[in-house]
């Protein structure tokens, strides 16, 4: 299991404090991956689920990643879908290059925040997702690229079904992929409030929590790492035999967070 220890960073205008962790599971690798960058007062958090092969699917997910600390960190609606659609082409053409790896492809879902204008936006491409929950309640999520989400959101199956589905995890896009829909981005920053959390993570999370246990986890949490540490426990908990890598990242904005900054920002 990989961990980022607990962080907070303070500016003028918000507080932020994040916890990341990715377990492979019932497997022997791990094609998960995360990451954290900053540039100036703007913070980006990330996760991507590869496949196509341990091989491949790890080296997707780390061209993501790797692309992810050097964009810059745009609010742009526009410049941050090309970016993501970049990725893909970065991707697609180590593809060309190596055989072993034509079939690899990733998920990507990516979170920035502006700590000084206390704003926020996120992209995502297939099934990873980010939560933001406001009063402890989830006040909204992404859409999966996925066939079993395309049948619910056009009223053809319920969110029980769905859950039972034999191919929910059958993508309808990712960066590397031959994509039938781009990525998603927020049509325009959102404004962030205090006590705000965000849950960005891959299917090996979501797949075994439902809303309802992140929310109670949420609540009962004293920081952001015990969030993190109680979704994770409960995955590997209940989710043995699942033979799935799981990863979450945590983010809370909060006013009385420790002044303290990690390496890694």
């Not at 590397?176 to 981005?185: I, K, L, T």
């Not at 959102?190 to 705000?196: E, F, T």
């Not at 993570?201 to 790492?225: K, M, P, Y």
């Not at 409960?234 to 009385?256: L, Q, Y």
Request: hydrophobic letters at 40%; charged letters at 20%; aromatic letters at 8%.
């Amino acid at each position: 299991m990989t961990t980022i220890p607990p962080a907070s960073l303070e500016e003028d205008s918000v507080a932020l404090s994040h916890y990341s962790r990715s377990h492979q599971g019932d497997r022997t690798y791990n094609e998960d991956a995360y990451c954290h960058a900053r540039e100036g007062e703007i913070i980006s958090f990330a996760v991507a689920d590869g496949m196509g092969g341990a091989a491949g699917g790890m080296h997707a997910a780390a061209l993501a990643m790797a692309a992810v600390r050097k964009n810059p960190l745009t609010f742009d609606p526009d410049e941050f879908s090309h970016q993501i659609v970049a990725i893909s082409d970065t991707i697609k053409r180590e593809q060309s290059q190596n055989p072993e790896l034509s079939k690899m492809c990733t998920t990507i879902a990516e979170l920035r925040i502006d700590t000084y204008s206390q704003r926020a936006i996120w992209a995502h491409w297939g099934d990873s997702r980010i939560y933001w929950f406001r009063s402890d309640e989830l006040l909204t999520m992404t859409e999966d690229h996925s066939v079993v989400q395309s049948l619910v959101s056009a009223g053809l199956m319920t969110e029980e079904d769905a859950a039972n589905y034999p191919k929910r995890n059958v993508l309808l896009g990712a960066a590397g992929a031959s994509s039938e829909v781009g990525p998603s981005v927020l049509d325009a920053p959102v404004a962030l409030a205090d006590g705000d959390a965000f849950l960005i993570c891959t299917d090996g999370v979501w797949s075994i929590l439902n809303t309802a246990f992140i929310e109670e986890s949420l609540v009962r949490a004293v920081s952001v790492q015990d969030w993190i540490n109680a979704l994770m426990e409960e995955v590997e908990r209940t989710g043995s035999g699942a033979n799935d890598n799981f990863t979450a990242t945590g983010v809370w904005i909060t006013a009385d967070c420790e002044k303290t900054i990690s390496p890694g920002l």
